[in-house]
Nanobody, 124 residues
Framework: VQLQASGGGLVRPGGSLRLSCAASGFTLDYYAIGWFRQAPGKEREGVSCISSSDDITYYADSVQGRFTISRDNAKNTVYLQMNSLKPEDTAVYYC??????????????????WGQGTLVTVSS
C-alpha cells in the first residue's frame, strides 16, 4: 500500500501547478485522500481533503478558491490543481489516506501511507 506524490516544481507567483497522488496496492475509491504541506521551519498543515464515498471536498482557508482537489478512479489518482500560487505556498506537499475526511482532517491524525512528497517552490 503506497501513495506517491508528484508534479512539484518551480513556478512564478501567480502561476499554476497540478500535483498528482498515485496509489499502488489498493483502490483509492474507498478512501479519503488528504493533501498536506510542510514549509521549512513550520509545522505540517492540512491543505485539502476529498471524501471517499461522495467526493465532498474540504480546503484550508489559505487555499480556498485557488486550489481544487479531484480524483480519477480509473487512474487510481487524486489531483491537486493549484492556481494563483503565492510564495507562501512553497512547501513539500504530501498525500495520505484514511477512511474519511471528517472534521479533524487538517490535523493529519489517522492518515497513513504517506509518500515521499513533492517540492513546490513559488518564487520570481
Amino acid at each position: 500500500v503506497q501513495l506517491q506524490a508528484s508534479g512539484g516544481g518551480l513556478v512564478r507567483p501567480g502561476g499554476s501547478l497540478r500535483l498528482s497522488c498515485a496509489a499502488s496496492g489498493f483502490t483509492l475509491d474507498y478512501y479519503a485522500i488528504g493533501w498536506f504541506r510542510q514549509a521549512p521551519g513550520k509545522e505540517r498543515e492540512g491543505v485539502s481533503c476529498i471524501s471517499s464515498s461522495d467526493d465532498i471536498t474540504y480546503y484550508a482557508d489559505s487555499v480556498q478558491g485557488r486550489f481544487t482537489i479531484s480524483r480519477d478512479n480509473a487512474k487510481n489518482t487524486v489531483y491537486l490543481q493549484m492556481n494563483s500560487l503565492k510564495p507562501e505556498d512553497t512547501a513539500v506537499y504530501y498525500c495520505a489516506t484514511r477512511p474519511g475526511c471528517g472534521s479533524s482532517w487538517p490535523k493529519g491524525v489517522g492518515f497513513g501511507s504517506w509518500g515521499q512528497g513533492t517540492l513546490v517552490t513559488v518564487s520570481s
